[in-house]
């Protein structure tokens, strides 16, 4: 899975336009045609980076970053202005916007600086957008340097907790039996037959990754069944 990016523009014909060329690169758009609806979306999908257009109907761009980053929204945000003093506005008023471009600009262009707010916000992790990566909230496992991250920290596994992860996180909403666990990633260590090996990992796992682990966010426990990674 890749970076998901919100695209908050009331014009049409330039939210597809920058739709379109983002998904060709391989990140997951969602458009929103109003203020109002784009911080409905932005709280439930917890994008990796919002495109804000400062005219919309409605409540305006800079009134709904307000609102954003009051909402805990941590996310890069790029504001689309139309004017200059749109722009001396997004530099001034220093509302937590972190790039702009004033229209008309070219997708290229916007493309480009989209990858650097990435980079910025995410380190290396963003070069793989469209690569070998799933997130979730906040977690992003990085399938081919087996690395895992929580926003900025670094959470090391085992190989088998890593492959268990990966097994549950590539299926999300999949239900894994402990038997099915223990078949998918018996290779990686000389592991006991005993299926309740699972949940020891499982628990181990919980306490590396989840806020509560008594809570669990990411690793679902579906009763009489095994476990299950949260769906979006
Ligand atoms: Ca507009």
């Not at 908050?8 to 597809?16: L, S």
């Not at 990085?142 to 929580?150: A, S, T, W």
């Amino acid at each position: 899975m890749a970076a998901t990016i919100l695209i908050v523009e009331d014009e049409y014909a330039v939210a597809r336009g920058v739709q379109y060329a983002l998904q060709q690169e391989g990140y997951e758009v969602t458009v929103a045609p109003s203020a109002e609806d784009g911080l409905k979306v932005a709280e439930e999908l917890v994008p990796d980076l919002i495109v804000l257009d400062v005219r919309l109907p409605g409540i305006d761009g800079f009134e709904a970053l307000r609102r954003l980053r009051t909402m805990g929204s941590k996310a890069p945000v790029l504001m689309l202005t139309a004017r200059d003093e749109e722009m001396d506005k997004v530099i001034g008023l220093e509302l937590g916007a972190d790039d702009y471009l004033t229209k008309p600009f070219g997708l290229r262009e916007l493309m480009s600086r989209i990858k650097a707010l990435l980079r910025r916000a995410y380190g290396d992790l963003a070069d793989a957008a469209g690569g070998r990566q799933i997130r979730h909230k906040d977690l992003v496992i990085d399938l081919e340097r087996r690395r895992v991250q929580r926003g900025a920290k670094r959470v090391s596994l085992t190989a088998t907790e890593f492959e268990i992860l990966r097994h549950l996180a590539s299926r999300p909403g999949r239900v894994f039996s402990r038997r099915e666990l223990l078949e998918l990633v018996r290779d990686y260590e000389a592991l006991d037959q005993d299926e309740k090996t699972i949940n020891v990992h499982v628990s181990h796992l919980r306490e590396k990754l989840e806020d509560d682990p008594g809570e669990p966010s990411f690793i679902l426990t579906v009763r009489g069944a095994g476990y299950a990674f949260a769906e979006r």
